[in-house]
């Protein structure tokens, strides 16, 4: 599938920055079972490799794990051998772009200028991560929507919380990646059960075009 495919029903992607091998499968179920169809392990998380080969060993194959924060371009190796499919970069290098199209993986590099954006669609990228969102509001996500190709996939990244959504989706974003309003290490499954659900109301209710 491509990355389109899993955004297709909920298109927030779950960062669990933070997260820890013997929490993973407890977590992934949770966020499974809540709808969510992308998930990701920052790598400056405690031991993320064995996290996420535990998120892809354990989650059925309708859901798409892999890695956040990824700097360097043999870590694309590390995450594929683990089982992961997915990159995700808070910025755009190039080869770490280059790496994972070359494995046949999907690749959300993080991107703060129309500059950039392009540069990393160029590169291969089957999204552009805004980052941080905090910096970039809806108004500008809409001048870049304006200038960008009109199949680009946006996903805004930081800072987003359910309420923050629409202007967002009215802007032209296409999904979210949510971080600690979603997911902290000291939540229990219960909480993040409760916030998961929060997120994926709040993105049925915009029912976007």
């Not at 993973?24 to 809540?34: C, F, N, S």
């Not at 629409?166 to 219960?190: E, H, I, Q, R, W």
């Not at 994926?200 to 075009?209: F, H, M």
Request: charged letters at 20%.
């Amino acid at each position: 599938m491509v990355l389109r495919d899993y955004l297709a029903d909920l298109p927030l992607v779950a960062i669990l920055r933070g997260l820890r091998p013997e929490n993973a499968e407890a977590v992934g179920a949770t966020l499974a079972e809540a709808g969510f169809r992308i998930i990701e392990v920052p790598l400056n998380s405690p031991d993320p490799f064995k996290s996420i080969q535990i998120l892809a060993r354990t989650l059925p194959s309708s859901v798409l794990v892999g890695a956040g924060t990824v700097l360097d371009p043999e870590h694309v190796n590390g995450v594929l051998d683990m089982g992961g499919k997915l990159i995700v970069m808070p910025h755009a290098d190039p080869a770490v772009i280059q790496r994972a199209k070359q494995l046949r993986m999907i690749c959300t590099p993080g991107v703060a200028t129309p500059t950039e954006a392009f540069a990393a669609l160029h590169a291969g990228a089957d999204a552009i991560k805004i980052f941080p969102a905090e910096a970039i509001p809806p108004q500008i996500v809409k001048a870049w929507r304006a200038v960008l190709p009109p199949d680009a996939l946006v996903i805004p990244v930081g800072g987003i919380r359910p309420e923050t959504m629409k202007s967002y989706v009215d802007a032209g974003a296409n999904g979210f990646g949510l971080g600690s309003a979603l997911f902290t290490p000291g939540l229990c499954v219960d909480e993040i059960a409760r916030n998961a659900r929060a997120f994926a109301d709040a993105w049925k209710a915009l029912k976007p075009a």
